[in-house]
């Protein structure tokens, strides 16, 4: 038994790939193209498992996931690899039409070439677990119930449109061709390993090097926040007892401000590695908002408990309390992924052929 998963380098696939082996012997082939998101650093404490594969590749060339399912007949696939900043997706939407669009239909279409030629038991259990997000839901009102499953699709970014079409991909590969698919759709995840470009590792980073804090607009636009390894015990449970066809919320029942957060964060820093110059809220910056910038998203996670008994294992206060911590004990991978160092793993461990 072995399942395959793209993107295991990014932020959510390596801290699944860690959390995998702390519940599994099972092997992992790990495929992810290592854009600028993908850092093998992440895995390093997996040098010399022989149950994890690495092959870096891209999920839009066809020729290769032909290659690898053939070779090592996962009885799964876990897709999170993808495009998936907000702003960046701004500035150059291009990327992720063609990984998150383009990509996800040759994973379909190789998956559903190789599941077609299985034995009936081995075809029989095959999965195709797709892994989403809530953007695609688009934006709530202040009073509006959270993200249910049955929630109308109305992405607002190139990223959510892209994530969205994926989405839907995904479930007409199962209504047309029979695929065996389950799709998670998940609210902002924090915690080790999150690229600082994204709202909480930025934060702890640029408070930690004296710079300026920015926060978007008024800074009262609101998420749900959940720590990543509450998302990666999401996704095993769906694998394991999600029912086909199906697509599952998952979140932490945790809205919060994004000021909040900015706050929340300097709090932390200010117990747990103070400064000489006064509280980092000092940093805190209102710049210009995101161009079409959703207000909120709150996630009403139910459907997950009620089915398969998931519920997050960490609160918000212990979830941040711990990253905050991971990043100040991290310092080296931070420097690292800042000065672009990281890119150079491969080279480093494995010889200039890699
Ligand atoms: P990430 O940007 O940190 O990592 C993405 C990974 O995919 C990287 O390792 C990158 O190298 C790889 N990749 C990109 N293009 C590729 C390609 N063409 N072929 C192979 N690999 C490629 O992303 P993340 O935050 O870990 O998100 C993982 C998945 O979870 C995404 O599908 C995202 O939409 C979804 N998601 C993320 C969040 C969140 O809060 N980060 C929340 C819900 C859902
Ligand atoms: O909801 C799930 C999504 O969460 C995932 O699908 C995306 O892949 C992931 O990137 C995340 O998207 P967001 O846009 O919500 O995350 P980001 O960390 O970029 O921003 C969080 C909020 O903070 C958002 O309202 C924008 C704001 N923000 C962000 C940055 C980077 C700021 O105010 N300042 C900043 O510098």
């Known amino acids: ?20 082996f702390k519940h599994s012997d099972e092997p992992v082939v790990n495929l992810d193209a290592l854009t600028y998101a993908g850092n093998l650093e992440n ?35 876990v897709h999170f690899a993808a495009e998936s900043h907000v702003d960046r997706s701004i500035h150059g939407p291009g990327a992720f039409m063609r990984t998150n669009v383009e990509g996800t239909f040759a994973l379909l279409e190789a998956a559903r070439a190789y599941w077609v030629g299985l034995e009936a038991e081995a075809k029989a259990a095959f999965r195709f677990h797709h892994v989403s997000t809530d953007e695609v839901y688009g934006s709530l009102k202040p009073t509006d119930p959270p993200f249910a499953e049955t929630n109308p699709y109305e992405p607002n970014s190139p990223y959510s449109a892209s994530k969205a079409a994926s989405d839907h991909l995904v479930r007409a590969w199962h209504h047309t061709y029979g695929l065996p698919v389950v799709t998670t759709n998940c609210s902002n995840n924090y ?28 800074g009262q636009q609101i998420r749900d926040w959940l720590y990543v390894t509450d998302h990666c015990s999401g996704i095993r449970a769906v ?23 900015v706050r929340t964060v300097c709090a932390l820093l200010d117990e747990l590695r103070p400064s000489s110059e006064g509280s980092y809220s000092r940093l805190i910056t209102y710049v210009a908002d995101r161009p079409g910038h959703d207000r909120r998203y709150a996630i009403d996670a139910r459907k997950i408990e009620r089915e398969l008994g998931w519920r997050p294992a960490e609160t918000f206060e212990t979830g941040i309390r711990k990253t905050v ?13 800042q000065s672009g160092a990281y890119r150079e793993w491969l080279d480093t461990q494995y010889g200039a052929k890699a």
């Open 1 to 20: 038994m072995t399942i395959l998963i793209t993107g295991g380098a990014g932020f959510i696939g390596s801290n699944f790939v860690l959390d995998w």
């Open 191 to 218: 915690g080790p390993y999150h690229f600082p470009e994204k709202l909480i590792p930025l934060m702890i980073v640029n408070a930690l090097a004296g710079k300026p804090l920015p926060v978007y607009g008024d």
């Open 325 to 337: 911590q991971w990043y100040l004990d991290n310092p080296e991978w931070v420097a690292r992924v």
């Open 43 to 77: 895995l390093a404490s997996l040098k010399g498992n022989t149950r994890h594969t690495f092959v870096q590749g891209d999920i839009c060339d066809r020729a290769l996931l032909d290659q690898l399912l053939a070779q090592h007949k996962p009885r799964a696939i």
């Open 239 to 261: 694998l394991a007892g999600g029912r086909l066809g199906e697509t599952y919320n998952i979140g932490g029942w945790n809205e919060k401000a994004n000021i909040d957060i």
